[in-house]
């Protein structure tokens, strides 16, 4: 074999490889790109649940802010219906609302079927007793606030799970 023959063969192999780097650098790049999307999805729905946590915890800053927000109306009459305090009917409702965040933030960042599969038992089971399915069906902090696709999701969850004891 000539020099010639052995340089022509090289630079092949080169293109080669120097093509093959590059697809890699591209997949990696785009594996990045979604990784900090769901970097930043997760610290959004953390921020809201670190605030949901707080107030559902701080009885006079949860009240305050009920009668800031006009809802009071809506928290007294959802105290009528469990048989509470309004302190008690919010402060669930507030509760409840840190999990529609936590569970937001699951579906939204990547995921594989296997965690889709999880999130769809958990929501199932957990949205579909009383208190959680009363927030998530009437609360200004369940669906009127999330992701009309989230919203969606969880319907057509909750469709074909039986609440208990109905």
């Known amino acids: 074999m000539s020099w010639e023959t052995a340089g022509s063969i090289g630079e092949v192999i080169g293109a080669i490889v120097l093509i093959v780097t590059i697809v890699y650098m591209a997949l990696q790049t785009r594996h990045a790109k979604q990784a900090t999307i769901d970097q930043n999805i ?51 409702d507030w509760a409840n609302a840190y999990w529609f965040w936590v569970h937001w933030g699951q579906w939204a960042s990547t995921h594989s079927a296997k965690e889709l599969r999880e999130l769809e038992n958990i929501i199932g089971a957990f949205y579909g007793v009383g208190g959680m399915r009363n927030t998530w069906n009437s609360s200004p902090w369940g669906k009127p606030i999330l992701d009309p696709e989230f919203v969606s999701f969880v319907e057509n969850v909750l469709s074909k799970h039986v609440e208990p004891n109905s």
Do not use: C, H, P, W
């Open 42 to 92: 997760l610290a959004r729905a953390k921020s809201v649940q670190d605030q949901m946590l707080v107030i559902a915890e701080n009885e006079e800053l949860r009240m305050a802010l009920i009668r800031n927000y006009g809802v009071v109306d809506f928290y007294e009459q959802l105290a009528l219906e469990q048989g509470v305090t309004i302190e008690e009917a919010s402060q669930v």
